[in-house]
């Protein structure tokens, strides 16, 4: 915790009281939540980015997807329309936002809509002709104004929020309490080989109710680098000099997982949107080499003029045990809810 933040410490106690507030007006029914009788999964965190909501989402796409009519709801942060939007063959980055548009170029088998009003949201995918049966709300958990028939709490391994703080002294959006919530947790982009006595450790830390499920993820990154035209193996393009380049909130993995000794790296903010200098300044440092960057930026850069010598890393989350009871849980909850 640096200096400014310990000294920020009494406005994140006044934040920590606004939000006590607000959750306990909607715990008790004084603020309005709206259920809706559809399954509705809500995937978030009580930390301000970086916990691996979109391969989680995901992850759930490719679970629930092959049997049932799937949608996805975002925010779109960042994006420049505004409102209610529905994905089609016109949407881009800067319509949807990075992330959901990533959804739809992936998974044209979903629908794929964005709305800061979550409550809107739901409501316009469900007056179409052809109604979802799963919605999947992606960073939600805060959005109390819908109450989810079902919450996937997630959390970093090396940020957990059980040692966390309130914003701005530490990175919290929420006290640790709003885990209470949770249906499961995740504790995200954990090392591989985990321990069974660590996963106890961070279970007693948690301090979880009997009810709620923990499950362990490790973020597993492709074999290949791919573009419109080609894939690449990594094992062959490790060795070459290349730039790496990422716009998204904790990039040391990705560039840990791909670079050599010489690497060049490239770090923008999360979800930055790439003006026409940051492409020529990204050509110039590039020097004729190969671009390799997260699939969140590929799809705010494939447009641009770096497309010739762009490649992107896909991942996937992975759980390290226990995935089956993690995909049991989630199919049970939607075949008891859903509509016939």
Do not use: W
Not at 61 to 85: D, F, M, P, W
Not at 178 to 185: K, P, Q, S, T, Y
Not at 249 to 269: G, H
């Amino acid at each position: 915790m640096n200096v400014l933040r310990k000294i920020l410490f009494p406005f994140a106690i006044l934040y920590g009281c606004v939000t006590a507030v607000r959750n306990f007006l909607f715990d008790k029914g004084i603020l309005k939540s709206t259920s809706f009788d559809i399954p509705v999964i809500a995937v978030g965190n009580l930390s301000v980015g970086g916990t691996g909501k979109t391969p989680q989402i995901e992850y759930l796409i490719r679970l629930l997807s092959q049997k049932y009519k799937v949608a996805t709801l975002s925010r779109g942060y960042k994006r420049k329309s505004e409102g209610y939007v529905l994905a089609s063959e016109s949407s881009n980055a800067e319509i949807l936002g990075d992330e959901p548009f990533q959804f739809y170029q992936k998974f044209p088998n979903i629908q794929v809509a964005v709305d800061a009003n979550r409550r809107n949201g739901i409501t316009q995918l469900l007056s179409q002709k052809e109604k979802p049966e799963v919605i999947l709300l992606d960073d939600a958990y805060q959005h109390r104004k819908v109450k989810a028939g079902f919450y996937i709490l997630l959390s970093s391994y090396d940020d957990l929020y059980a040692d966390d703080f309130m914003l701005p002294t530490g990175n919290l959006r929420e006290s640790r309490s709003g885990a209470d919530r949770a249906n499961i947790v995740i504790i995200t982009k954990c090392p591989k080989e985990l321990s069974e006595g660590r996963q106890e450790e961070i279970r007693s830390k948690l301090k979880l109710r009997s009810s709620q499920q923990l499950y362990f993820t490790f973020i597993n990154y492709d074999d290949f680098v791919y573009n419109e035209e080609e894939q690449l193996a990594v094992k062959d393009i490790k060795s070459e000099s290349k730039l790496l380049l990422a716009g998204i909130a904790k990039p040391t993995p990705f560039f840990d997982y791909l670079k050599n000794e010489k690497e060049d790296c490239l770090t923008f903010p999360d979800h930055h949107h790439f003006s026409d200098v940051d492409v020529a300044n990204i050509l110039e440092k590039a020097n004729h080499r190969k671009i390799i960057t997260t699939e969140k930026d590929y799809v705010r850069l494939k447009d641009s003029k770096l497309i010739s010598q762009l490649y992107y890393l896909p991942i996937k989350s992975t759980f390290i045990n226990n995935s089956k009871n993690f995909d049991t849980a989630i199919l049970e909850y939607v075949q008891k809810n859903l509509v016939t």
